[in-house]
């Protein structure tokens, strides 16, 4: 399949086989099963998932790869073709009441947003296995203490389990990025470890922990809770937010009055 790479939706496509194959056995795709794709591309990892004998509805928002890759794919069978902005679509809604599985190689420049538009899909995916830039998954697996570990390794781990898989290099693709990849599957939990009920509280205490991250508890959340309110929890006011464990914040999110998780 022949089409140039367009800077607008940040187009990097993956061609090396070897890489390919990698990914595509640890989906492992099996007959029957039901797959979302975003920016499925040329379809290089649309062709050998049909191949396994899986269903495939792909969303891809250029026109010409989405009319391309139905032509290329047609002798297949078992793929939809939807040329629409992922962003925008119900990936439940798409999957009827039938369970799915979703795979990407995301366009970096959107692919946090894609992630959590991912998991706030009711009912969730099975699972999910994107392509993204290698310092996202890191982040995403990030233990506190680290540099790297921040709000996004708390919300998505709050939300589901998180195993990188391996690094992928910019030769693998064309073009070639200016940074390295990383493939990773997460497995969405039946409910986020905080409960749906204090979800919210917890995106609102973790959103101001970071926000100031070498600033003690005592002052990154000051505009939320006092220092007794902090206690309490069982954390100490004088951390910081790179220090605490998710249990640690979800103590914190209950110590917030419901009606303040509405201000911020």
Not at 7 to 18: E, G, I, M, P, Y
Not at 33 to 55: D, H, K, M, N, S
Not at 167 to 190: H, M, N, W
Request: hydrophobic share 45%; net charge positive; glycine share 8%.
């Amino acid at each position: 399949m022949n089409h140039r790479p367009r800077r607008r939706f940040s187009q990097n496509f993956l061609v090396d086989h070897a890489v390919i194959d990698r990914m595509v056995a640890a989906i492992d795709p099996q007959p029957g099963q039901l797959f979302i794709e975003i920016g499925p591309g040329r379809g290089a990892l649309t062709l050998p998932v049909l191949a396994a004998g899986a269903q495939l509805c792909a969303i891809e928002i250029d026109r010409d790869l989405a009319a391309a890759l139905e032509r290329t794919a047609a002798a297949a069978g078992r793929l939809q073709v939807v040329c629409a902005d992922a962003l925008g679509e119900d990936f439940a809604a798409r999957a009827g009441d039938r369970p799915f599985r979703l795979l990407g190689n995301l366009p970096y420049h959107i692919s946090t947003p894609l992630l959590f538009h991912a998991l706030a899909q009711r009912p969730p995916p099975q699972d999910i296995h994107f392509l993204l830039q290698q310092e996202v998954v890191e982040r995403l697996a990030a233990e506190p203490g680290g540099r790297e570990y921040g709000r996004l390794s708390v919300s998505c781990q709050n939300l589901c389990r998180v195993t990188p898989l391996f690094t992928v290099g910019p030769q693998a693709f064309q073009p070639e990025p200016a940074v390295d990849s990383a493939f990773v599957r997460l497995e969405p939990r039946a409910e986020p470890i905080s409960g749906h009920a204090l979800q919210a509280r917890l995106e609102q205490v973790v959103r101001a922990g970071f926000a100031q991250r070498r600033k003690t508890l005592r002052n990154s959340l000051g505009r939320l809770l006092e220092p007794g309110q902090i206690q309490r929890a069982g954390v100490d006011p004088g951390l910081r937010a790179e220090q605490l464990r998710l249990e640690d914040f979800i103590a914190l999110a209950a110590r917030l009055p419901a009606a303040r998780s509405d201000a911020g």
